[in-house]
C-alpha cells in the first residue's frame, strides 16, 4: 500500500494517521518532493477510473482553467504542477482512491 501524502494537508495527515492507528503497513510518497511520472499518475488515474481533471484542485493557482480535455496535456501539466493532485491518494494494489 502507498500512500501520496502531502504533511501540510490535514486530510492527508488525517488519513495517515487513521491508516497508523490501524497498524496498517504502507509506503509514504510525499508526492510534491517526489513528483510521479506521467506513466505514474496515468496509472493512478486508471486505478481511479477518473480523468485528470477530476481530481484536479481548482483553487491551486496552478489550475488551468483554460486547457481543453486532453489527457496528456492535463497529466503533463500536473506533473509539472504536482499541489494540483488531489490528495491524498491510496493505491493498495490494483486499487485506489482518494481519502475525502
Do not use: F
Not at 509506503?27 to 518532493?33: G, H, I, K, Q
Not at 493557482?61 to 499541489?83: F, Q, T
Amino acid at each position: 500500500m502507498e500512500i501520496w501524502h502531502n504533511p501540510r494537508c490535514s486530510k492527508s495527515r488525517a488519513a495517515k494517521q487513521r491508516l497508523d492507528d490501524e497498524g496498517v503497513e504502507y509506503t509514504e510518497r510525499r508526492y510534491l518532493d517526489d513528483v510521479p511520472t506521467a506513466q505514474e499518475l496515468d496509472h493512478v488515474l486508471e486505478l481511479l477510473n477518473k480523468q485528470p481533471w477530476e481530481i484536479a484542485r481548482k483553487k491551486e493557482p496552478a489550475y488551468p482553467s483554460g486547457l481543453e480535455h486532453d489527457r496528456a496535456k492535463w497529466i503533463a501539466h500536473m506533473v509539472a504542477n504536482p499541489s494540483l493532485i488531489e490528495r491524498p491518494i491510496i493505491i493498495d494494489g490494483n486499487n485506489a482512491h482518494i481519502e475525502r
